[in-house]
């Protein structure tokens, strides 16, 4: 078990110079790989900006080996195929001899894995964090979709969830398989509480405020009735712009209540909004993990979620409370309650809690284990 193994992540999702911050909790599971273990990691990504068919970026970033293909963009889907294909026939020829592969979204590098399985007789797990399962996206899971990532489950030495949430969706969709739950990290060395706070009760949420994942018109509706009973409060979406909620905005009317909407800002940054709020409120339809959630309570910031997510399965505590989906009165509810308590919270407990089960360490350790049960299955 001491043994240092080669570990080949193969990832339809990583930090890229096409989307600095897509799949980057992947990034952070690749960097905690490292405290054990040698990653290499394999990404393809189309890019508009692309000249030749096929431009290969490869360079070491926090100890870890990342190989990128970036492919020219096209429509015609055969040809991206092709171009996928080769970019990464010409990125496996530049990364040494590996022991495990592990595979980062079932569909489509899955077939990669099939391909390293079938030909290099080389085992592989899954971890798994696509919302793509919970219904009702799952519907767009078509019956070819389905038949290849049913085949690629069926053959991984384990799947990794992030989530048992997610591990029920999938196995609900008939995907049958040898679960076992691995969260995502958390850097509770970054995430730590302060006594900083905000002058006004403040609220945050940060996502990509995307309507119909995070609800977030459902968020300014209760902020609206919330104004009516607390007058002077701050409530900040952090992720993106407030373009496509102008107008629900115009019509909500706030007149005390400070709304306020901040672009994708660095962690650095991030960590500083967090520590110095009230309350951190998620108000999504649907979640697999939801890391900036247990970053909040890191920090030893209280939440409110809906039934989504990994808060769902922890014991409930102090810090925070699960609601129904979609249940705005309960929500409203629920951020009185917080903010009429005079109880004060023991935040490093909480704290303590996060370091303890989510960290680079214990993660290591989680997938560690899984890669020799692989290895030793397979002789």
């Known amino acids: 078990m001491n043994k240092k193994l080669h570990i080949l992540f193969l990832c339809g999702w990583y930090p890229s110079r096409v989307l600095p911050n897509n799949g980057d909790f992947i990034q952070r599971h690749a960097e905690a790989v490292t405290l054990k273990h040698t990653v290499s990691v394999l990404h393809i990504v189309s890019d508009e900006n692309c000249i030749k068919k096929i431009e290969i970026d490869s360079k070491e970033i926090n100890g870890v080996k990342t190989y990128i293909g970036y492919i020219k963009k096209t429509s015609n889907s055969i040809l991206k195929f092709i171009r996928f294909w080769r970019a990464y026939l010409i990125l496996l020829k530049k990364i040494d001899r590996y022991d495990v592969v592990h595979l980062n979204e079932t569909f489509p590098f899955g077939l990669f894995a099939l391909h390293l399985k079938w030909f290099q007789k080389k085992v592989f797990i899954i971890s798994e964090h696509w919302t793509g399962y919970y219904f009702p996206q799952s519907k767009n899971i078509n019956f070819l979709k389905h038949f290849i990532c049913k085949n690629i489950l069926k053959n991984a030495s384990f799947i990794c969830p992030v989530s048992n949430s997610l591990k029920k969706e999938m196995e609900n969709l008939g995907f049958t398989g040898n679960y076992k739950i691995i969260p995502n990290v958390i850097d509770a060395s970054l995430f730590i509480p302060s006594k900083k706070t905000e002058k006004n009760y403040t609220i945050i949420h940060v996502s990509s405020l995307l309507d119909k994942h995070k609800n977030i018109s459902g968020m300014l509706k209760v902020a609206k009735e919330l104004e009516k009973i607390i007058t002077t409060f701050t409530w900040k979406f952090i992720g993106g712009n407030k373009s496509k909620y102008e107008a629900l905005i115009k019509e909500l009317n706030f007149t005390t209540a400070k709304i306020e909407f901040i672009n994708h800002i660095s962690h650095k940054k991030l960590i500083t909004h967090i520590q ?17 959630m247990m970053e909040a309570l890191s920090c030893g910031i209280p939440v409110i979620s809906t039934n989504t997510g990994i808060l769902s399965e922890l014991i409930p505590n102090d810090f925070f409370s699960i609601i ?6 309960k929500l409203l509810n629920e951020i009185l309650k917080k903010h009429n308590t005079n109880k004060e919270l023991e935040k490093n407990k909480m704290h303590n809690f996060v370091a303890q089960n989510y960290t680079k360490e214990v993660i290591a350790n989680q997938f560690s284990k899984m890669y020799f049960k692989a290895l030793n299955n397979n002789y």
């Open 324 to 329: 129904p989906i979609k249940d705005e009165k």
């Open 276 to 292: 110095s709020s009230n309350l951190f409120v998620s108000f999504s339809n649907y979640e697999t993990f939801g890391i900036v």
